[in-house]
């Protein structure tokens, strides 16, 4: 039996890599889907086409997750075409790597403007058409609490903002029966990232279980905090980092 059946979920940033996948198992557990793009329409298209093409229902919305009235356009035209909404995964962010001398301003707007603008924006939105049994995801990452490389220190301040609003939110929103949790991802297998880039051999002597995660990895435990048996889980950030951060 599909545990989401008659829900509707809004991922953002989904047109590729762990939101792609996340929308993908959403919509395998019988959710209705909405995802946003900012630039990969194509991509977008094509994900709503498979998703459809399992029997599924899916739509794809234009939204730079920089843009925060974009972002609450979104949300209001999820519930207007959809019907209504159950579940929000704040997916997108950004990374930019660089000494903090020498990180750019415009870089950091973008960093703040994504990773925790368009956060604020998505929640309160949603948070407005939201009932009881409704759920938040947050995309945070293991980089808030650990950061082994330099360069990283605007990504992980903007994570750990996220962590931090994951708190506060489990407050505001408990009493309404919506639950909000943050998964902390460690290196996961993606376009961006891949686990045989210049990079991955000397990540996965830092990981205990000696490889990278899978986006499929992330979107079942997506589905599971989605899900009914997760009404017990509220401000939790949770790794899933195959120990990296152990």
Do not use: C, W
């Amino acid at each position: 039996m599909a545990t989401l059946g008659g829900k509707v979920a809004l991922v953002t940033g989904a047109a590729r890599g762990i939101g792609a996948a996340i929308a993908k198992r959403l919509a395998q557990e019988g959710a209705a889907v909405a995802i946003t793009y900012s630039s990969s329409a194509g991509q977008a298209d094509e994900l709503v086409k498979v998703i459809e093409s399992g029997g599924g229902r899916a739509i794809a919305l234009k939204a730079d997750s920089a843009d925060s009235k974009a972002v609450r356009s979104a949300v209001k035209d999820t519930v207007e075409r959809l019907g209504r909404l159950d579940i929000l995964v704040n997916n997108a962010g950004v990374l930019h790597i660089a000494p903090i001398t020498e990180f750019p301003e415009d870089q950091f707007e973008k960093a703040v403007a994504v990773n925790i603008g368009g956060v604020f924006a998505a929640t309160q939105e949603a948070a407005r058409h939201m009932g009881e049994g409704g759920r938040i995801i947050m995309l945070g990452s293991i980089n808030s609490d650990f950061m082994p490389f330099p360069g990283g220190s605007v990504y992980s301040l903007t994570k750990a903002a996220v962590a931090g609003f994951t708190h506060g939110l489990a407050r505001d929103l408990g009493p309404r029966g919506i639950t909000v949790n943050n998964l902390q991802p460690g290196p996961i297998n993606t376009d961006m990232n891949p686990s045989h880039g210049p990079f991955a051999e000397t990540m996965k002597t830092m990981i205990a279980v000696g490889r990278y995660g899978t986006t499929e990895e992330i979107a079942g435990l997506v589905a599971f905090l989605a899900g009914p048996e997760a009404g017990y889980i509220n401000g939790a950030s949770i790794r899933i980092d195959g120990g990296f951060g152990a």
